[in-house]
């Protein structure tokens, strides 16, 4: 692999060791320093949102200055400085600021590095997903880490981990290489124009999916706390599903040459609904939550590695950046923010079994939005050559 993907590896391996701190533990946390569950879900959701704009904002600033590594190295440095005042912060008030501020500057980088190692790739895009796979193994490491060191010295060293954990991914910006394309117009091109039915179907897909994404990256840890797992099992939960992940990701690139994407996510869509479905029912059963979270290489590791790819294809050229932007923001941001508040406000008014039992009902909807892509798919395959 040349040198310049082993930075990109890395800025990956940081990126999401940040998120494998942040989605188990940030809750433990929070719940440490005495807000309620309610508040708890409130505050992770803060996260999310600020990716319904941000990403979109940054991305057409890097669309228009083409100066996407500055930005990146810019907004990942301001995002390290923002999180500083959390030692500080006690109050519910105070930490929400610090939270959009963090998350506004970290939410931008990715999307925008996803179109440096795309356009760096070139004509090897299916190769994206054994780069990307370094971003799993940070998640599964400080899931691991994360938890051992939680059991030995509580949660306070989780906004620590945090901090240097932001550092090192600021270090790694400073090692990535610009784009290796040619810049191909310096016209700014309206995304509206690219909105066509196949597009929008993508999009939908994507806001569905993390939608019933948000009750567990709010709560799985803590719904397990409630069923007798210690912090360390808990812990070995996540990494599984991310270890599955990483295997998955070895071969996408496969996948992607020998199957449509209209395929590929109906696999994942019906995977999504297993899923919840067993979260739902067998809570109790350590070897069916081992199963339901080795779905997560199909529920995110399929699922992304086919996103990145049919956006690069469906908004490609000056659009780039903007449409990995829309697939953060709709996803992750509308979606996965929308999905946890949502999660926030019905967690303690129902069974958390029967809340799980109903994003698996609603994951199916999105099967009906894979129509426009079979029709689309019949004019112009999107597979990797």
């Excluded at 599903?241 to 199957?259: D, H, K, M, P, T």
């Excluded at 109906?266 to 979270?293: E, G, K, M, P």
């Excluded at 958390?352 to 129509?371: E, H, K, R, V, W």
Aim: hydrophobic share 55%.
């Amino acid at each position: 692999m040349p040198r310049r993907f082993v930075w990109f590896s890395a800025f990956y391996f940081f990126y999401f060791a940040t998120l494998g701190t942040y989605l188990p533990y940030w809750p433990i946390y929070l719940e440490a320093q005495g807000f309620a569950l309610h508040e708890v879900g409130e505050l992770m959701a803060i996260a999310l949102l600020t990716k319904i704009f941000a990403p979109y904002i940054w991305g057409w600033l890097a669309d228009k200055l083409r100066r996407r590594l500055t930005l990146i190295r810019w907004s990942d440095f301001i995002a390290f400085l923002a999180f500083v005042p959390i030692f500080y912060a006690k109050d519910y008030a105070t930490i929400a600021v610090i939270l959009f501020l963090f998350s506004f500057f970290w939410n931008a980088s990715l999307p925008q590095v996803e179109v440096l190692t795309l356009n760096n790739l070139k004509y090897h895009a299916h190769r994206y997903s054994l780069i990307r796979l370094w971003g799993s193994v940070g998640f599964i490491t400080m899931n691991v880490i994360g938890a051992w060191l939680i059991s030995v010295w509580g949660s306070d060293v989780v906004p620590w981990l945090m901090l240097s954990l932001l550092f090192l991914l600021w270090l790694t910006t400073q090692i990535l290489s610009e784009s290796r394309l040619p810049l191909a117009s310096s016209r700014i091109p309206s995304i509206v124009h690219a909105f066509n039915a196949p597009v929008v179907a993508l999009f939908v897909i994507c806001f569905l999916i993390q939608f019933v994404h948000g009750p567990y990256y709010a709560y799985f840890t803590i719904y397990m706390q409630e069923q007798g797992y210690q912090t360390y099992t808990i812990g070995w939960f996540w990494a599984v599903g991310v270890i599955a992940e990483v295997l998955v990701f070895i071969y996408c690139s496969v996948l992607l040459r020998r199957y449509s994407v209209s395929c590929l996510l109906f696999v994942v869509i019906t995977a999504t609904a297993l899923r919840w479905l067993l979260l739902a029912y067998y809570q109790d059963n350590i070897a069916v939550i081992l199963f339901a979270q080795s779905l997560h290489a199909i529920t995110f590791g399929v699922y992304h590695a086919v996103l990145i790819h049919a956006i690069s294809k469906l908004l490609p050229g000056g659009l780039e950046g903007r449409g990995q932007a829309l697939y953060s923001s709709l996803s992750f941001g509308v979606g996965g923010g929308l999905g946890t508040y949502i999660a926030s406000q019905l967690w303690e008014q129902m069974p958390s079994q029967q809340l799980f039992a109903y994003t698996s009902l609603l994951t199916l909807i999105a099967l009906f939005c894979l129509l426009p892509l079979r029709h689309a798919e019949r004019r112009e395959p999107l597979r990797s050559p």
